[in-house]
C-alpha cells in the first residue's frame, strides 16, 4: 500500500433499460475507476439520487414506467447534477435540445462506449471549473443573487425560475460584471459539445432571462446587449 491519498472514486448512475448496453457502461467506467450504480427503469431515479451521493447520472430517454425527459426536468427542480442522456434517434436531439431539459450533453445509440466515458470526464471537468472553490458557491451582485450549489436565483430576495441554460448564462455573465462576452463564447458556456447552435439562439434566451429579470424587480436593467458583440451585466 503505498501513502497516497486518493481522491473518493465519484459514483456515476447509469439508468439505462437494455441490460446489455448498461453492462458494457458500467464495465468501462469501472475501468476508468468510477464507481458505478444501475436502475432499469425509470421508477425510484430520483429517490436514489436524493437518497445518496451520485456524482453523475447517464439516462436513458427510453425507459419503462417513466421516461428520461421527466426524470431530467424533476431532476432540475432541485439538482444541478450533470446528466449525459442517451437517446436511440439522432434527430430527437435537436427537438430536446430545443425543450431545454437540462441535460449537459447527448449521445445517440448505438454508441462506443469509450466515446461516452470520454464525454462523461469533459463535462465533470467543465463543472468542477465552473465551480470552483466552494467559497464562490454564492455570487453576489447589485440586488441579483445567485447560488451555484442550489441553482437558484434570487432578485430583490424574490426567486426566479430559470431553466438551465438561462442559469449558466447568468452565471457566466456574473462572474465578469462589465465584461462584454461575445455570443460565441455565450454558446460554448451554454452548449457542452460542439454542437451548432446559431447565435439567434442565445439572444432568445437571453432575452427570456432578462424578461425574467425585469418582472422580478423595479431595478434598473442589469443585462446590457452591446450591438454587434455581445452582452455584459453591470
Known amino acids: 500500500m503505498s501513502g497516497h491519498v486518493h481522491q ?4 456515476i448512475l447509469v439508468v439505462e433499460d437494455e441490460p446489455k448496453i448498461a453492462q458494457i457502461l458500467v464495465d468501462f467506467l469501472t475501468l476508468e475507476g468510477f464507481n458505478t450504480l444501475v436502475q432499469h427503469d425509470g421508477r425510484d431515479v430520483i429517490e436514489t439520487i436524493k437518497a445518496q451521493q451520485i456524482d453523475f447520472m447517464i439516462l436513458d430517454l427510453m425507459l419503462p414506467y417513466k421516461d428520461g425527459l421527466t426524470i431530467c426536468r ?3 427542480q ?4 450533470p446528466v449525459l442522456m442517451l437517446t436511440a434517434r439522432v434527430d430527437e436531439i435537436d427537438r430536446l435540445m430545443g425543450l431545454d431539459i437540462g441535460a449537459d ?3 445517440c445509440k448505438p454508441f462506443s462506449a469509450r466515446e461516452v466515458v470520454a464525454r462523461v470526464k469533459t463535462i465533470l471537468r467543465r463543472v468542477e471549473n465552473t465551480h470552483g472553490s466552494q467559497s464562490e458557491q454564492v455570487i453576489r451582485y447589485k440586488h441579483l443573487q445567485i447560488n451555484i450549489e442550489r441553482f437558484k436565483c434570487q432578485v430583490d430576495q424574490q426567486d426566479v425560475e430559470l431553466t438551465p441554460v438561462e442559469f449558466r448564462l ?3 455573465l456574473l462572474k465578469r460584471p462589465g465584461v462584454v462576452h461575445s455570443r460565441d463564447s455565450l454558446m460554448q458556456v451554454c452548449y457542452v459539445d460542439d454542437r451548432i ?3 439567434r439562439t442565445i439572444d432568445s434566451h437571453v432575452k427570456n432571462l432578462r424578461h425574467k429579470l425585469t418582472q ?3 431595478q434598473k436593467e442589469l443585462l446590457h446587449s452591446i450591438y454587434g458583440v455581445g452582452y455584459k451585466v453591470e
Not at 473518493?8 to 459514483?11: D, M, R, V, W
Open 197 to 199: 447552435v446559431s447565435s
Open 170 to 172: 447568468l452565471h457566466t
Open 8 to 11: 473518493q472514486p465519484l459514483t
Open 105 to 107: 450533453d447527448y449521445v
Open 216 to 218: 422580478a424587480s423595479q
Open 74 to 76: 424533476e431532476l432540475r
Open 78 to 81: 432541485f439538482s444541478m447534477l
